[in-house]
Nanobody, 122 residues
């Protein structure tokens, strides 16, 4: 499984960005795609996840109500719409995939894409 994230950039506080993750290669019949973020010197933080058929989602409390994760079967992408961005959302964002479909379990992600930088200025 290969994942490629894109869409990061610089935005002012209160603004929006949309990240996209292209999922390709050998995929499984069921899987979960998640978004994570990491600030240098800190642990990688779970942001959001969606099940393989896009009917189940799960969000970190810090982004609930501001971020929306969604999937597009035709394009094989999983997007993260980020609204009302705050300076504390600044991080490198990664998309990842795992074979189980328990979206509330934020571990067990075995497949990772490269990160995309999101910077929110105050």
């Amino acid at each position: 499984v290969q994942l490629q994230a894109s869409g990061g950039g610089l935005v002012q506080a209160g603004g929006s960005l949309r990240l996209s993750c292209v999922v390709s290669g050998q995929t499984f019949s069921t899987y979960t795609v998640g978004w994570f973020r990491q600030v240098p010197g800190e642990y990688r933080e779970f942001v959001a996840a969606v099940s393989w058929n896009y009917d189940t989602t799960y969000y970190a409390d810090s982004v609930k109500g501001r971020f929306t994760i969604s999937g597009n079967n035709a394009k094989n992408t999983v997007d993260l719409q980020m609204n009302s961005l705050k300076p504390e959302d600044t991080a490198v964002y990664y998309c990842a995939a795992k074979r189980d479909v328990v979206v509330r379990i934020t571990g067990n992600y075995a497949y990772w894409g490269q990160g995309t930088q999101v910077t929110v200025s105050s």
